[in-house]
């Protein structure tokens, strides 16, 4: 069997409008209803206005689904902060996570908490950047709130 790549492809994007936590959560129900049937595992994080959300799956199906996100009228300034091949998921047991982000706990975030603390967002997140939110995220840090 060929084998498929894997892309992990992560963008932030900005609510449109003041989003009541039970919209994020009908998002949220969309995403696990529809990425097992394209094989698509992520990360989506909210922190009340902001996403940051982690795609990965096979390369084309993660980027119609991305085409796809960014149309939608719920959130605007959808910006892609990385894109690469991987050889394993890091959502593999996700269809998407979903936390909310307090800026209390992406302050505590070792290589982050400067860019959060001097007021940076979720949209201003270079690629490593990224990573180490990922890796925060898979390492607890935001505990078991996150569902
Ligand atoms: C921030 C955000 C993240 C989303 N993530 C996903 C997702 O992971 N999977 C998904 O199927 N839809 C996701 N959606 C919803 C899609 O944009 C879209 O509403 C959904 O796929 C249904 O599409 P349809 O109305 O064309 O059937 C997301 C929407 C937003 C605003």
Known sequence: MAHQELLQLVYTSTAHGRMK???????????RRTNPSLDITGLLL???LHF????EGPAEKVESLYEHIAKDPRHTRVVRILSHKVKDRNFGDWSMA????RPEDLAQIDGLSDHFRDGGGFAN???GQ???LINAFLNGIWGNRAA
């Open 98 to 101: 979903y936390s909310e982000a």
């Open 130 to 132: 990224a990573k180490l």
């Open 21 to 31: 936590s039970d919209a994020v959560r009908a998002i949220v129900e969309t995403a």
């Open 52 to 55: 940051f959300q982690v795609l």
């Open 46 to 48: 909210f922190d009340g």
């Open 125 to 127: 997140l270079r690629s």
